[in-house]
């Protein structure tokens, strides 16, 4: 009868070990632009929202928000994912009244006047595959100077008398977005 060393049963188990380790530890880096949440109303203390919008906040870095979101083109209104935002009660948005339901949220930005969309395609990555023939509801908004230079994008609500504004800034960009109740 032969005898077997230990050895090679030791270095089969001690390979096993090191390639677990290593593939166990395989995560990607983070995003360079984060994803945050806005919601309406805005307390955490508040557990039933009535607006939710997902969104990753890229940053200027020096650049200027027309170079990272061109005007009169679609943009994602963010970074990497198109922004997401869920109506958990109907809304009225400009003359349109808005189901409740989650949609994409693309913007237009323009020099004067932004366009707000809320289209009915979901989990899409950036613009690419906008489709018109899917919108929910378009509002064109005015475009106000920030009182301070947002360097992240940036989405905020705050409560009004017909329901609740959604404020998006970037840059000395800010445009305000009306939802009112239904």
């Given amino acids: ?16 070990l090191i390639t677990f380790n290593v593939n166990a530890q395989d995560f990607p880096d983070l995003d360079k632009s984060s994803m945050d949440a806005a919601t309406y109303p805005g307390s955490y203390k508040i557990s039933n929202k009535q607006i939710k919008v997902i969104y990753s906040r890229p940053l200027l870095k020096g650049r200027t928000v027309s170079k990272l979101a061109p005007n009169d083109e679609v943009w994602r209104t963010g970074a990497n994912e198109a922004a997401e935002i869920t109506l958990y009660k109907s809304f009225k ?26 289209n009915s395609d979901i989990n899409v990555w950036g613009a690419y595959t906008y489709n018109p023939k899917n919108d929910v509801a378009r509002i064109k908004v005015p475009v106000k100077s920030a009182k301070l230079p947002l360097e992240a994008f940036s989405i ?3 409560e009004s008398k017909t329901g609740a504004i959604m404020h998006l800034g970037w840059g000395e960009v800010v445009i305000s977005v009306p939802f009112e109740n239904n």
């Fill in 156 to 158: 905020v609500f705050e």
């Fill in 93 to 118: 948005i400009g003359d349109k009244k808005i189901k409740a339901g989650t949609y994409s949220l693309f913007t237009i930005p323009g020099e004067k006047e932004w366009t707000v969309i809320l």
């Fill in 1 to 16: 009868m032969k005898k077997r060393t230990l050895l090679p049963t030791l270095l089969f188990v001690f390979v096993m």
